[in-house]
């Protein structure tokens, strides 16, 4: 994959990641589309934007911290397929 392919592996991953879950016995909790809620805190953080329920979250939320605490900066340097596994 390539940098213009990120959008194809957020859609993959969401295949497995995408929906509302509260598993108590989870130890990551309250997630949504596979981003649990003290990754959004921290999200909200640094843009300076209040705390909230991270069943809040937005696709233009989760698809940036997708690219820039997952994605980057290891995935666009390797190989196709790697990329994508190691996302």
Do not use: S
């Not at 949504?32 to 209040?50: M, T, V």
């Amino acid at each position: 994959m390539t940098v213009a392919n990120f959008p194809r592996a957020l859609k993959l991953v969401l295949v497995d990641e995408g929906g509302l879950d509260d598993d108590q016995p989870d130890h990551g909790g309250r997630t949504a589309h596979g981003i649990i809620q003290r990754e959004y805190d921290g999200f909200r953080a640094r843009h300076d934007l209040p705390r909230q329920d991270v069943w809040k979250i937005t696709p233009a939320e989760y698809t940036e911290i997708y690219h820039d605490r997952y994605w980057m900066p290891w995935c666009d340097r390797l190989p196709a397929g790697m990329d994508y596994a190691f996302f």
